[in-house]
């Protein structure tokens, strides 16, 4: 248990569905972020918040659209995605201020047909 | 902009045996270096961090890195492999942004135990 929690823990939606991916802290952090792991590629950097502000898009396509309504909560919803977009999506937290661990959720292991 | 290279995508030692897992780093300032361990279908665990004290860090479940300046390097170690290792293991280096650091991470090396 890392103190970050991601729902739902799978999820399966056709190219026209919307749909939301929740990620909640108990760490008391700042600073959260979202991240995609794709089979045989790095771990990208998708976005990142702190203080509830978006401080970087790493030129992630409009159909994924984040959303951090306070501190503890970071969302993403998706809508009209592509098959290639299926992926684990991993949330995560940490300090806000400093280079510092963190903190990784299990993931949303995401399935578009 | 930092980066990371992780030689090997896979590595493959028997139960017992050195576990060796290299991680090299480019970095125009001193770097925050990081190791993480995935299990399948799971989210990503701190294994030990390198923040600019000591340049051996000890880390979970025996495992240990050693920071060398000189060889830009932050390779993983443990003596002896147990067959509950068998996972990914992810270097990364800490990168200043605006206002909240981000991770930097390398590509992952899939470590498989044999009996």
């Known amino acids: 248990e890392t103190g970050v929690t991601q729902t739902p823990r799978h999820l399966v939606m056709g190219m026209t569905n919307k749909k939301s991916l929740k990620c909640e802290q108990h760490l008391g952090h700042n600073a959260m972020y979202w991240y995609k792991q794709s089979a045989k590629k790095p771990l990208e950097l998708m976005f990142v918040y702190n203080f509830k502000e978006q401080t970087e898009n790493n030129s992630v396509p409009s159909r994924f659209s984040p959303e951090c309504p306070n501190s503890s909560h970071l969302f993403l919803h998706l809508h009209t995605l592509q098959p290639e977009d299926s992926a684990l999506y991993l949330c995560?937290?940490?300090?806000?201020?400093?280079?510092?661990?963190?903190?990784f959720g299990q993931g949303t292991r995401l399935t578009v047909v | 902009a930092q980066s990371v290279t992780q030689l090997g995508s896979h590595v493959s030692v028997s139960e017992g045996a050195l576990v060796l897992l290299r991680c090299n780093y480019s970095?125009?300032?001193?770097?925050?270096l990081f190791w993480y361990v995935q299990y399948p279908n799971q989210g990503l665990q701190l294994l030990l961090k390198y923040t600019s004290a000591a340049t051996l860090v000890k880390g979970i479940n025996g495992f240990e890195a050693e920071f060398k300046k000189s060889e830009t390097s932050f390779h993983l170690t443990k003596p002896s492999a147990h067959m509950s290792d068998a996972a990914e293991y992810f270097c990364?280096?800490?990168?200043?942004?605006?206002?909240?650091?981000?991770?930097?991470f390398g590509q992952g090396t899939r470590l498989t135990i044999n009996p």
């Open positions: 995560a937290s940490s300090r806000d201020r400093g280079r510092t661990e963190a903190f």
């Open positions: 970095s125009s300032v001193p770097p925050y």
């Open positions: 990364a280096v800490s990168e200043e942004g605006q206002g909240a650091q981000k991770l930097v």
